[in-house]
């Protein structure tokens, strides 16, 4: 999301596939007018103002982080309170759907089909990485490296041995330990687990036909299952010859020995903010506008392959004007101020022109008793 008081935002998206040489960025350097008026008109009013219940969040655990940020930056500026509890993508669509919280989050984007059906309108927040970690005596972060076939056949039990032949033929400098493979994964709904067993589904037929991919899968073999990208980093410490799958932001923040990936150009690359942005800019979600598409193995040098964009959802039509206000006032404070908090935090914030797009999709809100919204006058 970005800020007004942002002028970096859109010469990092330029920057981000710099190495592939001088030819200009798809996205555009400055937002259009279209974004930019009805930005100033909340830019204008910013200060001051009395809110009359707390904002209740609930659902993914990968952008968490984010939401209690923001949260804490709304807060200080505009005395309204945000409560955000990381349950799961699963449990986020969950309530959004019976209307127990203000806003969900998921990982995981709801068809259009479903969001008409639960009267719900679903907005893009920011763009981050699933990345594999492990916990391997002598071998530090991004020391491992893994193609993706190597990586499925891991996490579906059928390399079992860190001193296998397959992973040893990646990583001739290592010494591998004569040990078994721990997997930790995900013991509920997830969109992280969806995205990462998506991508595992890409790289392996076998995987595909045996496991598939979804927020809750049945991981062949014995596992260690937790809940929470936090419950994994936890986890993950206390096991050795561990192998598990986090949010960047938890990798970096909990140092964790991350794993370099090979990417679709065949370059193992360590995740990183910068690797995130080239996956964004190799997608149709930069190419062609379309909010829900697929990060995973996108191409680029740079391009981290387990990439995914996260999501927040509201209802449409809510009961009372009243009963929405507070929830849209505080994520359009966080399109119009978010980006320089969640800089170097492990996500990065859209692109420019795929916020500009956004804007007016706050307007659609269509409260029942017909009253104005009035989210932008702070």
């Known amino acids: 999301m970005m800020g007004r008081d942002n002028p970096g935002a859109a010469g990092e998206w330029a920057s981000a596939g710099a190495s592939q040489g001088p030819t200009e960025s798809p996205v555009p350097r400055t937002p259009s ?34 939401y209690k940020t923001w949260a804490a930056g709304y807060e200080k500026e505009r005395g309204g309170k945000v409560s955000y509890q990381p349950t799961g993508s699963g ?19 709801m068809n259009q089909a479903d969001l008409d059906k639960n009267k719900l309108l679903q907005f893009p927040t920011a763009v981050g990485g699933i990345v594999p970690v492990v916990n391997l005596r002598g071998i530090a972060a991004n020391q491992l490296k893994l193609s993706g076939d190597v990586l499925a056949d891991i996490m579906r039990g059928a390399i079992t041995q860190w001193n296998d032949k397959r992973i040893a033929a990646l990583n001739p400098e290592l010494s591998l330990p004569v040990a078994s493979i721990v997997r930790v994964v995900r013991a509920e709904k997830s969109g992280t687990t969806e995205a990462f067993t998506k991508y595992l589904s890409l790289m392996s037929a076998d995987w595909k036909a045996g496991v598939g991919h979804g927020q809750l899968v049945k991981w062949p073999g014995a596992v260690t299952a937790v809940e929470g990208n936090d419950g994994i980093v936890k986890a993950m410490k206390d096991t050795p010859n561990a192998i598990g799958y986090a949010s960047y932001d938890r990798v970096i923040s909990a140092r964790l020995a991350g794993v370099r990936m090979r990417n679709r150009t065949g370059q193992f690359v360590a995740a990183s903010e ?77 692109p420019t022109a795929v916020q500009a797009r956004l804007v007016p999709r706050f307007q659609k809100v269509r409260p029942q008793d017909g009253q104005p919204l009035n989210f932008y006058a702070f």
């Open 274 to 350: 910068e690797g995130f942005r080239s996956a964004v800019q190799e997608s149709d979600l930069d190419k062609k506008g379309d909010e829900t598409a697929s990060l995973l193995d996108q191409s680029g040098p740079l391009s981290w392959p387990i990439s995914i964009t996260t999501y927040v959802l509201v209802d449409a039509q809510p009961k009372t004007a009243a009963s929405a206000r507070e929830a849209l006032q505080f994520l359009y404070w966080a399109f119009l101020r978010g980006d320089p908090m969640i800089r170097n935090s492990g996500l990065t914030p859209l």
């Open 33 to 66: 007018m279209k974004f930019l008026l009805p930005l100033l008109g909340v830019a204008l009013s910013l200060h001051g103002a009395a809110f009359a219940a707390d904002i209740k969040g609930a659902g993914a655990t990968f952008p968490s982080s984010v």
């Open 91 to 109: 449990d986020g669509i969950k309530r959004i759907v019976a209307r127990e919280v203000d806003f969900g989050a998921s990982d995981s984007p």
